[in-house]
């Protein structure tokens, strides 16, 4: 479903499908950069990676017939076709953080941000991937590793681009064909696949808050429950630290 168009350098690639979709771009016209300069991250972080060792590429969406309070799954949906790509291309076990942060025995292989544009079409969504492949050890650092390291070590951007990228149609038609029912198959694909669940976590807010607790359950929207003591608090947006399984 994926119309790619490849490009050498740029800014960012959720930037320039964004850009993509406000001109009238279809579903599935995508970005792939051999370099980002100005890569964009979650909890407006930044995204970094030298030249041609990773997969930089965004995919538009525009999910007409899914309600939009449903909407909040994609980035999870996204993260769990990563998952299934990494594990199914190259054998590496990867898992999900909550919300999508793939890791590798605790260290951080792709992450991914998800935005949405208003667009003369209605909404659209840009799906944004960037995963480490070639990275050698002093390229990255200490909490983060890379298909490379993970003993992956023939594999190259193009290649996980093509598994991510059939991953991720599947996984998309799926949830759009049940008009975004997450108990039709996102919902329990996530949990399997989610190394959050059932731990004890600190989740860190965008400011300087912070709460601890067990890691309870997704809610029907996609948020995380944390169980502290004997209240359940429901969390839109942090920074997960895994701490121990309880
Ligand atoms: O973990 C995060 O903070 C999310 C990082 C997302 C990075 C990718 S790389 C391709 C796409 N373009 C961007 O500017 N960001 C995403």
Known sequence: MWQVRRVEETGSTNVDVAELARSGAAE???VVAGYQRTGRGRLDRTWEAPPGSSLAVSFLLR?????VERWPWLPLLVGVAAVDAVVG?????AKLKWPNDVLVDERKLAGILVERVDTPQGAAAVAGIGLNVTQRRDQLP???????LEGAAGIQPAEMLEALGD???ERYAE?????????AGIAPAYRQRCATLGRQVRVEFPGSDAAEGVAADIDDTGRLVLQT???RRVIGAG????????
């Open 229 to 231: 003591g004997t209240e």
């Open 63 to 67: 999910p007409r017939d899914v309600p």
């Open 89 to 93: 291309l190259t054998g590496v076990g």
């Open 175 to 183: 949830w759009h064909d049940h008009r975004g029912d997450p108990a």
């Open 142 to 148: 200490p909490t983060a590793t890379s298909l490379f």
């Open 167 to 169: 991953r991720l149609a």
């Open 239 to 246: 920074d997960i630290v895994h701490l121990r399984p309880v």
């Open 28 to 30: 599935g016209t995508a």
